[in-house]
């Protein structure tokens, strides 16, 4: 008898669990569209730093913007607005390194993003175009490497 309830309750509580939990798409939750809306404005800030020649601020902003990027990517299925975003800081930081000579470091930042833009679904006329500048890019890199 004891047994027949050991086994009634046990079958009990493994129906009572519902199974596994269902999974939320982290890239529908509210802080993942305020992150990306926080990068994106963070992306701004430093690209106009950067053209006003104020290129501290521009590496501060970046240096402060990285872990947002990192979060955002760090989903399964990110957002095409926040691998953008994510993208743009890399290039504005490769471009950087870049003025400044630092070929190596810039380079990998751009193919950071060609391999973004080429493995991107759907491609657009948008992805192309990115993926076409970090081609660029690199190749203004490698003139400087070799």
């Given amino acids: 008898m004891r047994l027949l309830a050991v086994v009634c309750l046990t079958f009990a509580l493994v129906s009572c669990g519902g199974g596994p939990a269902a999974t939320r798409d982290p890239a529908q939750e509210p802080w993942y569209r305020e992150t990306t809306n926080q990068l994106a404005a963070a992306d701004r800030q430093a690209e106009a730093a950067y053209k006003d020649g104020k ?85 203004e890199c490698d003139k400087h490497i070799d």
């Fill in 55 to 139: 290129l501290d601020d521009a590496s501060a902003i970046i240096e402060k913007s990285e872990p947002l990027a990192t979060k955002l990517l760090s989903v399964t299925k990110p957002t095409l607005e926040a691998v953008e975003a994510a993208s743009d800081l890399d290039d504005l930081y490769g471009r950087m390194l870049l003025s400044n000579r630092h070929y190596g470091w810039a380079r990998l930042l751009f193919q950071k993003n060609l391999n973004r833009w080429k493995h991107w679904q759907p491609q657009s006329d948008e992805t192309a175009r990115r993926y076409k500048l970090a081609t660029s890019e690199i190749a």
